[in-house]
Nanobody
Framework: QVQLVESGGGLVQAGGSLRLSCATSGTIFSTALMGWYRQAPGKQRELVADIAAGGGTNYADSVKGRFTISRDNAKNTVHLQMNSLKPEDTAVYYC?????????????WGQGTQVTVSS
């Protein structure tokens, strides 16, 4: 049973910072591509950032230079440091773990954490 539990969301003023964390259970973390997605009201879920097992990272253009994704393999945890937040960053943020298993794309999702940035 794989579980992803997010924490760290909240309300912050524009220009402020938040740090999201995602703790995982199960045995997948060490080999999974870990990512953060977000979904704003009325919009599709979009990739914010991801980090490979080896540490390679990928960011959406809208967050480059402001957000940093990192992973702690000893604690099975992935973090998203969000700086210089903007009102348009307001969304529910979801942690994701992805692996390819037996030719299938397998995704695990957390329950989501709300981030609200006030102007």
């Amino acid at each position: 049973q794989v579980q992803l539990v997010e924490s760290g969301g909240g309300l912050v003023q524009a220009g402020g910072s938040l740090r999201l964390s995602c703790a995982t259970s199960g045995t997948i973390f060490s080999t999974a591509l870990m990512g953060w997605y977000r979904q704003a009201p009325g919009k599709q879920r979009e990739l914010v950032a991801d980090i490979a097992a080896g540490g390679g990272t990928n960011y959406a253009d809208s967050v480059k230079g402001r957000f940093t994704i990192s992973r702690d393999n000893a604690k099975n945890t992935v973090h998203l440091q969000m700086n210089s937040l903007k009102p348009e960053d307001t969304a529910v943020y979801y942690c994701n773990a992805y692996r390819r298993v037996g030719g299938l794309n397998v995704h695990y999702w957390g329950q989501g954490t709300q981030v609200t940035v006030s102007s």
